[in-house]
């Protein structure tokens, strides 16, 4: 299993945030993020978000640092994307 994560650089709610990532399945990455205890209201179309407090925990349970760029290709070459604004197509894979 490989999940992946961003550093903490885009801000909200006066936090600074990374995103966390699979390139395999949600399921996947659900799995990951509940035996963190990362909340699933955290999950966004294709990603969890995940504050800088936490960004070293999610390292040390085995998350690989990547560039924001590298989230973005990663989730493409996966067929995981859902960018915003485009509702999910029946075919596509689920959360």
Same mark, same amino acid.
């Given at each position: 299993?490989?999940? *992946? ?7 909200? =709610? /006066? ?8 390139? @395999?399945? *949600?399921?996947? %990455? =659900?799995? #990951?993020?509940?035996? &963190?205890? @990362?909340? $699933?209201?955290? #999950?966004?179309?294709?990603? *969890?978000?995940?504050?800088?407090? $936490? *960004? ?9 640092? @990547?560039?924001?760029?590298? @989230?973005? $290709? %990663? &989730? =493409? /070459?996966?067929? &995981?994307? $859902? ?13």
């Amino acid at each position: 299993m490989t999940v *992946y994560i961003d550093p903490p650089t885009w801000p909200g =709610h /006066g936090r600074m945030w990374s995103h966390l990532i699979s390139d @395999v399945s *949600y399921e996947e %990455l =659900h799995a #990951f993020a509940e035996r &963190l205890g @990362v909340p $699933r209201r955290a #999950f966004e179309r294709d990603h *969890y978000d995940v504050p800088a407090q $936490r *960004y070293a925990d999610v390292v040390a349970a085995g998350a690989v640092e @990547v560039s924001s760029r590298e @989230v973005v $290709r %990663l &989730l =493409h /070459g996966a067929g &995981l994307r $859902r960018p915003k604004g485009r509702a999910q197509s029946p075919g596509s894979r689920s959360s």
